[in-house]
């Protein structure tokens, strides 16, 4: 290496570092890195907001998706096959958002039914996230193999409990149990050696973007008249 190239190398060392070292600089100019997560969590109100913030930092629009509960999701009309694409529009029309992985906690509050809110703030742009409890169960359903050779199938049905307050699973303290009742036409019939699995709990979700986003609908451009 001469000794020019040398010293235009030499020169764009701290740039890069500056480039390594903060990332909001991928969000002033638009490209924020686009990077899978390794480590997701819904199991408490934080684990959920940081997969949530972490997925809007490295653009991981499907932990984006997932991270939202299934209430958000039907009242803006998001669904997992169009929701990039309404990803990029609410980044449009709340820019805030492309920020909001580097946002730091100012607080927190209880909201209803138990939700925690958190209050946060990310370069000067202050907002607030509603992390909810929803109950869920998942169960595999055995479907034996039509020919000999053949390997059974699974069929899987599950829902989430949609009413964060809803108690659907019960302790039996005496008993050293917890009783739940399943409701789900996919059920009828079911025998107890038709069950490959069965799996109940509890997952934090994102319920509301408060004070940022109302909704994601597509908004109605008004006709221009002659």
Known sequence: MNKSMFLRALALLPLLLS??????????????????????SYDSPKECLDSFLAAIQFGDT??????LGEDFKRRNRLSGLGFEIAWERIKRDSPWIQ???????????????GSQVFLLEAFGKPFRIEVARYGFWELGRR??????????????????????????????PAKGRVVAVLQNEELEDLRPEDIAFLRLGW???V??????????????????HP
């Open 19 to 40: 480039l390594q070292s903060c990332c909001g600089l991928y969000y002033a100019l638009g490209c924020a890195p686009e990077q899978k997560l390794t480590k997701v």
């Open 62 to 67: 499907r932990v984006i998706y997932e991270s």
């Open 99 to 113: 920020g909001a992985g580097e946002a730091r906690i100012k607080g927190v509050r209880t909201g209803t039914g």
């Open 143 to 172: 479907i034996p193999a039509e020919e000999p050779g053949e390997l059974e199938e699974i069929s899987v049905s599950g829902a989430y409990v949609q009413e964060p307050t809803k108690i659907w699973a019960v302790p039996d």
């Open 203 to 205: 997952t934090w979700r």
């Open 207 to 224: 319920r509301n973007l408060l004070g940022a986003i109302q909704n994601a609908k597509d908004r109605k451009v008004p006709r221009s």
